[in-house]
């Protein structure tokens, strides 16, 4: 059973630092694709950022790239999104989600965090 467990959001000032880390257990990720979404009212969820679990080869939506760096830790099979420069559009709830390397979809999810920035 593959469980996602997030920490580390809150409240932050625009122009301030976040690090949400996921724990992941249950299976060895060696062959998943880790993600970051997130959701902000009345908006559609969006991946953010995610990263090849096996050689670390990542992605980034354009209105992160520069600011968030996603990377993991395999000694303790955790991801994390590292987010500088935070503006209060980056509100939002963030969820760590996972998937094999061969699927599209995204079937194991956490319970998300919330961020919020303020202006």
């Known amino acids: 059973q593959v469980q996602l467990v997030e920490s580390g959001g809150g409240s932050v000032q625009a122009g301030g630092s976040l690090r949400l880390s996921c724990a992941a257990s249950?299976?060895?990720?060696?062959?998943?694709?880790m993600g970051w979404f997130r959701q902000a009212p009345g908006k559609e969820r969006e991946l953010v950022a995610n990263?090849?679990?096996?050689?670390?080869?990542?992605y980034y939506a354009d209105s992160v790239k520069g600011r968030f760096t996603i990377s993991r830790d395999n000694a303790k099979n955790t991801v994390y999104l590292q987010m500088n420069s935070l503006k209060p559009d980056d509100t939002a709830v963030y969820y760590c989600?996972?998937?094999?390397?061969?699927?599209?979809?995204?079937?194991?999810w956490g319970q998300g965090t919330q961020v919020i920035v303020s202006s």
């Open positions: 249950g299976r060895t990720f060696s062959s998943y694709v």
């Open positions: 990263i090849r679990w096996s050689e670390g080869s990542t």
């Open positions: 989600a996972a998937r094999r390397l061969v699927a599209r979809e995204y079937p194991y």
